[in-house]
């Protein structure tokens, strides 16, 4: 620990810690343009300079290493002097089109400027003028702007990965550009807006839409993908008209994916406004009233055993146990099922479906075997977690199979299942590799769970890590990566059908059913014969077109509603806004269904539904489970790892002109792409 | 000096003759292995030399491939120094300097010799094809001012007239005699010479 003096304020730092750090913790606040707590230290803004004892000038404390003894002042007349000449020198070419500018209102040059900055310019010569740079689909440049203060370049190169962005030029004429101008190809690409501290990277989608203070800020969670970003929303009146990433250094640090963040926009298209009824073959709008007859009588001249209903990919767990309750109190049905293919899960332990290394631990994992996974497109934040943990610890990345450009050097080995069988057995190099490494990390993606011989793969792998003692208290090794939000929220309510057999698929294959409620479920894998299907939901997608009767529901910004992540963390997401026309909170449907059929709610209000769901979580529900581990054999199979429709991978984001455009550009870079 | 300019004409390909690819692998193998990327200004410098003293996209790109490094990292350093022509330059390339000594002693009447007889702008080529011209930064031989690099040569202590019979000789294809032009040896003083006087090589 090293000792010293801020403003007379002892402090005491890490060694390592910055003067910036170190004056932070005594509580002087400094001025800072590039310095970045997330980004290596480039020191080329100047604003941070504070003045130190024994030396001439004043230091710039972002690039200064804190050392024993110093003594530090932040708030003398030399200091504000000196941050005033380098205010001064950055506004000379900056231009004076805040009231034009998008980032005005939350600019950090905006608000230094009031402490530093003076009132007129002594600049008299012309300012620069820079053209714009096409940065792709999300970036809007306004380059005449910016400061030069390296954020975007480091933050591409560093945490994206993907080097694609630098200065071109010298001096006054240096200028932020990508590669010949090309879009960024990162998914992670729109942080730069949030990094930017002047309005010269803004949003595009969002240009010139609301002024900061005019929104309603709400602070909720993300359901794009199972991670779980932290974020807020900002709300004008009903529209969302964006979406931030809010610091939780657990899960998403400060950073948020491209499609959490613009898929918002799909939130006013395509959206179900008032329930339909297909009468004569063509869907109807109706009112509420009809619309819940027609189901209900439906569903009470039906045998129980031959509805069947399906939760979907963004559903929260409200509507998940009210969905459970409503099978399992109004009408008598087990066939209440979760997935939407035949994926292996053993219930009988929590940490079988959990990503246990936790997305922070991944981080001090020193061995990573991806199997059947990519986790780039199905959970870009934790892909970036691996890749800083490659750039500090150049950690071995093993994956089986090829799954394209991860933003870090992987090795590829054999994707055949045998690979796995070797590696059990002690055949195989990686063995050993797992014996001795301390935080080994495996994980598994879905693709791999719906292979034939995945109970095999799983159930042996499990035992062989345990021999090995890799799973311990200390540490799992063993992670699932699930894709959605809502799976492993209804693991943990346990709404999966009974039994191993998948007997709900091959029913619903085998068209044995004949009603479906499709609760916000756009992905079955089935050809529509004679079912009944009622879908609840808040998008007009695939579940809609083939629906019978339509109850439009409330998506993740118009309802409270809570989410398990991937690593078993329990978030709530709040209500930003609220469902559009007549639509209702997806719980609400349920529990009003459920008193059409049976004259009686399933809840009081949503309190007790609440209640209720987090009694039933606490009670450690897994006693209820009977999963039987069925019998298995070795099958040589290809583990073939699932391309994902990044940009068009559910609803929401199929509803969102922003993503379209997005996947348009991405599909069409290789062709156009001057890669020889 | 505005961000240069990049060529619409762009060759298809590039790649290192066989001398050079000798002399890139051994400038390589100056820096520790895995710092590569340390070359990419000397392997810049080659591609020029190759490519009738001017880089074209398609050499960086065959550089950050050679170096393993991002393109645009290549294209930083290619942008920042005034020594990398990204535009065909002339067989005879004037660079004329017009730092601060060059322009005291008269270097932007050479920048208007030039703009008359070889091309309105920089960097573009004269009529005949054969010349082209430059404002660069301090050359170093400030003594000399005002002078300007003609290919690899110094022709210094010039004036309009004189730079104009150089640019006429130039497209006879004759090559003047490099250095001083006012008939110093090097940079000796003009007139008397008073230090080192009892120096015979001096």
Redesign the interface.
């Known amino acids: 620990m090293l000792k010293l003096k801020v403003n007379d304020i002892d402090v005491e730092v890490e060694e390592g810690t910055t003067v910036l750090q170190a004056c932070e913790q005594a509580g002087a606040e400094i001025p800072r343009f590039c310095y970045h707590e997330k980004l290596s230290i480039a020191g080329n803004c100047r604003m941070c300079l504070v003045e130190m004892e024994k030396s001439p000038k004043p230091i710039a404390s972002c690039a200064m290493p804190a050392a024993e003894g110093m003594v530090l002042k932040t708030n003398t007349e030399k200091v504000k002097k000196a941050r005033k000449g380098v205010m001064e020198f950055l506004l000379a070419n900056h231009p004076l089109d805040c009231p034009v500018c998008d980032q005005g209102g939350e600019c950090d040059l905006q608000d230094q400027s009031m402490y530093y900055g003076i009132d007129k310019s002594r600049f008299k010569e012309n300012k620069r003028y820079v053209p714009e740079k096409y940065m792709g689909p999300l970036i809007k440049t306004q380059m005449t702007r910016c400061i030069h203060c390296t954020r975007c370049i480091r933050f591409a ?1 560093e945490v994206a990965g993907v ?8 001096g006054e ?1 240096m ?1 932020i550009t ?3 101008e090309k879009a960024m190809e990162s998914e992670l690409s729109a942080n730069v807006i949030d990094l930017c501290p002047v309005g010269a990277l803004t949003s595009k989608p969002y240009v010139f839409e609301a002024r900061p203070w005019e929104l309603k800020k709400t602070e909720t969670i993300d359901v794009m993908d199972a991670v779980g970003s932290n974020i807020r929303v900002d709300t004008y009146g009903w529209e969302v008209k964006r979406v931030l990433p809010r610091i939780n250094e657990e899960i998403n640090e400060e950073w948020i994916s491209d499609k959490t963040r613009y898929a918002c926009d799909g939130l006013k298209n395509q959206r179900l406004d008032t329930p339909y009824v297909k009468i004569n073959s063509k869907l109807k709008p109706s009112s509420w009233d009809e619309a819940f007859k027609v189901v209900s009588e439906r569903i009470s001249i039906t045998k129980s055993e031959k509805i069947a209903g399906f939760i979907g990919d963004m559903t929260n767990m409200e509507t998940t146990y009210a969905a459970k309750d409503f099978f399992e109190k109004t009408i008598k049905s087990e066939n209440l099922e979760s997935r939407y293919e035949k994926l292996y899960i053993n219930t009988n332990v929590r940490s079988n479906y959990l990503f246990n290394s936790s997305i922070e631990g991944i981080e001090k994992s020193d061995l990573i075997i991806l199997i059947g996974t990519n986790p780039r497109f199905e959970a870009t934040i934790l892909n970036s977690r691996i890749r800083k943990n490659y750039l500090k610890n150049k950690t071995e990345i093993i994956s089986l199979g090829d799954v394209g450009d991860l933003t870090y050097p992987y090795q590829v080995i054999s994707n055949y299942t045998d690979t796995i069988k070797d590696i059990i057995d002690n055949k195989h190099e990686i063995s050993e590799k797992i014996k001795k490494k301390k935080y080994p990390s495996i994980i598994f993606g879905q693709s791999v769970l719906k292979l034939k011989s995945a109970p095999y793969i799983f159930e042996e792998f499990k035992k062989y890590l345990l021999e090995n003692n890799k799973i311990s208290d200390d540490w799992n090794a063993l992670n699932i990566l699930s894709k959605n939000s809502s799976t492993v929220g209804s693991y943990d309510l346990n709404v999966l059908s009974k039994n191993s057999s998948y007997e709900i698929f091959n029913k619903l294959e085998n068209n044995n059913f004949e009603i479906l409620i499709l609760f916000g479920q756009d992905n079955l894998n089935f050809e529509k014969k004679n079912e009944f299907i009622i879908y609840i939901g808040s998008h007009g997608d695939k579940g809609a077109s083939i629906a019978d009767v339509i109850l439009p529901g409330a998506t993740y910004t118009e309802q409270d509603g809570y989410f398990t992540n991937l690593e078993g963390k329990l978030q709530k997401a709040y209500k930003a806004s609220y469902p559009p026309g007549e639509a209702k909170e997806d719980w609400q449907i349920i529990n009003e269904l459920s008193s059409f059929i049976k004259r009686k709610n399933l809840y009081k209000d949503k309190n007790q539904l609440i209640d209720s769901l987090i009694n039933y979580l606490n009670l450690n529900n897994k006693n209820e489970t009977d999963f039987e581990v069925p019998e298995y054999n070795f099958k040589s199979e290809k583990i073939i790892t699932e391309e994902i429709d990044y940009y068009h991978s559910n609803v929401i984001a199929r509803a969102s002109k922003t993503m379209s455009e997005c996947k348009n550009i991405r599909m069409s870079l290789p062709k156009t792409g ?1 890669d020889n | 000096m505005a961000v240069k300019k990049i060529s619409k004409v762009q060759p298809e390909k590039f790649e290192f003759n066989k001398k050079n690819n000798e002399t890139a692998e051994s400038i390589i193998k100056n820096y520790p292995s895995g710092k590569q990327q340390s070359a990419v200004m000397a392997l810049l410098y080659l591609a020029q030399k190759q490519n009738d003293n001017w880089i074209p996209l398609s050499a960086m790109k065959y550089i950050a491939k050679y170096l393993d490094m991002p393109y645009i990292k290549v294209y930083e350093v290619a942008t920042f120094y005034s020594m990398y022509n990204l535009t065909p330059v002339g067989k005879y390339f004037f660079q004329v300097c017009t730092t601060t000594p060059c322009m005291l002693r008269g270097a932007y009447n050479l920048v208007d010799v030039c703009k008359r007889k070889i091309s309105e702008e920089e960097n573009r080529l004269s009529e005949d094809g054969k010349t082209s011209w430059l404002e660069v930064e301090c050359l170093g031989a400030c003594v000399n001012a005002p002078m300007l690099q003609l290919n690899e040569d110094y022709y210094e202590d010039l004036d309009p007239t004189k730079l104009e019979q150089i640019i006429d000789k130039i497209s006879n294809d004759e090559v003047p005699k490099p250095g001083s032009y006012r008939g110093r040896l090097s940079s000796e003083p003009e007139n008397t010479r008073k230090t080192l006087i009892g120096n015979k090589n001096a």
Request: neutral net charge.
């Open positions: 190169t080097p694609e962005l630098g200065a071109i030029g010298r004429n200028q990508t590669y010949l001057t």
